[in-house]
Each structure stands twice: as C-alpha cells, then as structure tokens.
C-alpha cells in the first residue's frame, strides 16, 4: 500500500513534541498530531509487504506483536497518502471503536512487527491513527450512529475501562440496550483516572461518552456492585451481565519500612492527582505533593514513568526510578528477532522531561531495594538498596546481589509501580463466578463465566494487559454476549 518506493524516499518522522521543560509548566497533552503533508508522507511509506504482519494482533514469548484488534493499517496507510480521510476514517473504525484513545496511549505494537522496521525506523502508524481520528472529529464527519431497531434485550457492563466500553458500545450497535455501572465518580477507568492528562486528556474521554450517551447508552457512576447495588438485582433487571472490572489489585512491597508515611501505591498518587486536577485544579488538596521532596519510584515500566512526569510538574526537588532489569540495548538482540515487540532503550515522555530538568536519565538499573528507612515522626527518610546482575544458573537466568554496592538514597515521597495482582475478589463473591490466579475463570474467545448469562473481558479475565487487548476482549465478549441472547450474532 502507499506509494510503492515511499519506504526507500521516506523516512520516519516524529510526532510534534512541545519543548520538555516548556510543558512541565501545564497538564496539557505533550504531542500533537502531524500535518497532513507529513502524514502523507508517512502513509507512503507502507511498503505493500506480502503479509502484514503489523495487524496479526499474536504474542510471542510473552510480548504482544501486531495489532490485537488487528486494525487495516495498510489500508488506511494508503488512503492517508492518497488523501482520502474519510474513508481511511471508516477503514479504521471497522477494527477500533476508539481510536483516539490507542492512538495516544497505546506502545504500538504494530509498529514494533512492521516490515519496513526490520532494517528501517518503522512506519508512523501510531501518528497516522491519532490524526485520522482527531479529523474525522474536527470535520464534523464522527456522528451518532443510533441504532434502528432494538431487540428489547438488557445488558449490564460492570466497569467502564476500555473492554467495558467496547462491549457497550457494540452492543448497543446490535440493538440491543446497555446499561454501563462505574464505581468512580467518572466514566473512564483507567483511561480516566490511571493515566495523566499529559497523556490523554479527560475531554478526550469525555467527547467519547457523550456520542456514546447519544447513541443510547446509560452510564450509570458512583455505583459499586455488593455495596450500591447486589449482583442478583444486575441479574434479575438484565438479560445479560459483563464483568469488565480491570485489574485493579496492585501489586504491593514486603520489606521492612513498608507502612512508613509517604509510602504510596502509583495509582493511588496518579487518580488522586487527576483528580484533584478535573474537580478543583487542585485547589482542593486532595491529593498527593511531591513538592520539595526526593522521590523514588520503584518499578521500571510505564506507569512509573508517568509517575515521574506527575512528580515533575509537581516541582518535586529530585526524582529517581528504581528498575531490576539491565538496561536495554539500542537495538534488538538476538533472542528478541523481529516481528517480536522490540526490547530496545527509549525515553518515554516522563524519562525525556526528566533528563531535560535534571541532566541524566534517571532511571537507575539492576537495582534491588533492600529496606526502607524512617525518620522519628515514622515518615520515610530514605531507602537503602544494593545492586544486582544477572547471570544465567542451569539454563535459567537469575539476579544475584553484588557485595560492595549498597547505596543510601534519600525519599520523602516513594511511589510503588511493580503492576495489578488481579481483580477485586468480593466482586467475584458477589457474582459467584470463579476465578484462577485473581482472574476470573473464562475462556479466551468465549468469554464465559461459570454463571449463566454472566461473562468476563479485559484485564479482569486476562490480567494487567494493553488497551489493545482490553479493546479486543470487550468486542468479542460483545459477540459472545449478543450470539448469548439472539441464538447468532451480526457483530464481528
């Protein structure tokens, strides 16, 4: 697709980023989608490959490769070079029901199986699906799609993170009526509260709900099943119910120190933030500063690395990231060939902010937290961690501490980012559906639980996962749900 030689004309070009120090100043989003010349030119670089690997939607040793909601990527990369936004625009809402939300927040693992990646910077699909969406919205050409016949069938979505909102939103396509319950004062989930404005901006989400309301879906906030409302009423007022509750569990440190003051979970730090932020811009004070202080963010992945931008803005004195894996190559590695997702150094938006405040990365590697201090008021002071390598014992690889490189590092303010356990079990109690590692128990494709009538999507079924999958699941659990109550389905 595109033009034929554009991958050998063309090279990538990245999306506009606002100055890093300049940005610290606000919460607005830090990029902006390209001109359209520029996407064009990206377009064309699509290179008509004999299978396209960018939308197979696998994972390969453990690592998401393709798109999971296997978009048309070719397609709508051609019809962006040849200048037909609308039906790019169409192409891309065939496979993804919110493009706006992927094409801001997600890794794009299509980029890292595109073929022109294997010796090339990979084809701008990311960029490219950010600003199709964002024009169709701007010309006015998004509009509500209102369902012209209904069944008269009733479905509950239990949470309103990505999976949720897709399954609500094909259901109500196929007519049938939805009723969405969210336990936060916001319709969102993750995408709302876990993830800064400086990534995704709530007027995004916002924008999305209200078509969605139009459309005729009922979101119903503030409403948590077993304490608002029992799970045998969803089943006695609903012909369906989905569990699409996220894996809201997080993961948490055992060592000494750990119930110190100032010693806080990365979601707990992120929601409050974005919270204080949309009720009051903080003038409320509900929330978590980092003001003044040292802070450490133990956990190397992309929540701590919006933690560490979160902090920055917060004007915090000094801010470190604590990671047990070695640093990545600047390249593959050998047991990382290609179409697997590329291991390989980059600078998130969070890590680049920092290195511009600070001078260095502040990522610190193979490193191991041995304790946490305290000070006389029991707040923590500062923690105390030792370096560590990893070798390979019988076949396996393994971490080992290194003798001689203890370290004292001062924090005022730690922030715990080591991922979800899994979903809330009173919950699970509520529907008496089973579960298998803090994961409810449903079949990849079917979706069902062992109570009729009632089925699982998202990181609720899957475990802490992409928006991606969370996207995949809520559609195909839709399909599930709609074949549920009709005997077939009309939903892809």
């Known amino acids: 697709m595109g033009k034929a030689t554009g991958f050998m004309e063309y090279t990538r070009e990245e999306a506009n980023e606002r100055d890093p120090l300049e940005r610290l100043s606000d919460w607005k ?56 936004w609308k039906e790019a625009l169409d192409r891309l809402l065939k496979t993804n029901n919110f493009p706006e939300f992927t094409g801001r927040v997600c890794p794009a693992p299509c980029e ?33 799609r209102i369902p012209k016949v209904r069944t008269g069938k009733k479905v509950a979505v239990v949470g309103s993170g990505p999976a949720g ?9 196929a007519g049938h009526s939805v009723t969405v319950f ?50 045998y009423e969803l089943q006695a007022d ?33 929601t409050k933030t974005t919270k204080s932020l949309l009720d009051s811009n903080f003038e409320d004070g509900q929330f978590i500063n980092a003001e003044g202080k040292d802070v450490i963010v133990i956990g190397g992945g992309d929540t701590g690395a919006d933690c560490i931008a979160t902090a920055l803005r917060q004007n915090c004195l000094s801010v470190v990231q604590f990671g047990k894996h070695p640093i990545l190559p600047n390249d593959r590695s050998l047991d990382n060939p290609w179409p697997e997702y590329p291991l390989t150094f980059a600078l998130d938006y969070g890590h680049e902010e920092a290195k511009a405040k600070f ?20 707040h923590v002071k500062e923690l105390h961690t030792i370096g560590m390598e990893k070798v390979v014992e019988n076949g396996k690889y393994v971490f080992k501490e290194v003798p001689g490189t203890e370290k004292v590092w001062p924090a005022q303010l730690v922030l715990i980012a080591i991922g979800f356990e899994g979903t ?29 009538g009632v089925f699982a999507a998202g990181d609720a079924r899957r475990g802490q996962s992409l928006i991606v999958w969370a996207i995949n699941e809520g559609r195909e659990a839709a399909r599930e749900v709609d074949r549920y109550l009709m005997g077939s389905s009309i939903l892809p």
Not at 182 to 211: C, F, H, Q, T
């Open 29 to 84: 989003e830090h990029s902006a989608p390209f001109s359209d010349d520029a996407l064009q030119r990206q377009g064309a670089r699509c290179m008509d490959c004999g299978t396209p690997f960018c939308h197979m939607g696998t994972e390969i040793n453990g690592l998401t490769s393709g798109c999971p909601i296997h978009n048309l990527i070719p397609e709508w990369n051609d019809l962006v070079y040849r200048g037909r």
């Open 112 to 144: 890292g199986s595109c073929t022109v990646s294997i010796y090339d910077p990979a084809v701008a699909i990311k960029s490219i699906e950010h600003t199709i969406i964002e024009k169709g919205f701007q010309e006015g050409w998004i509009t509500p």
């Open 165 to 173: 909102l897709a399954a609500a939103d094909q259901l109500n396509q």
């Open 182 to 231: 969210e336990r936060a004062d916001r319709i969102g989930g993750l995408l709302m509260y876990g993830i800064p404005n400086v990534k995704l901006e709530k007027e995004v989400i916002e924008r999305r709900v209200r078509l969605l309301e139009e459309e005729g879906i009922t979101f119903v906030t503030n409403t948590e099943i077993g304490k608002d409302i029992y799970a």
């Open 238 to 270: 609903f012909d369906a119910v989905i569990l699409c509750t996220g894996a809201q569990k997080q993961r948490d440190l055992v060592m000494e120190g750990r119930e110190l003051q100032g010693i806080h979970f990365a979601m707990d730090y992120l």
């Open 359 to 378: 001078g260095s990365d502040v990522r610190e590697y193979l490193i191991q937290t041995k304790k946490i201090v305290g000070d006389e008021n029991g």
């Open 424 to 452: 809330d079990q009173p919950l699970l109690e509520q529907f008496g559906v089973e579960a298998e590692n803090r994961k409810i128990k449903a079949e990849y494709g079917k979706y069902k639980t062992n109570i009729d």
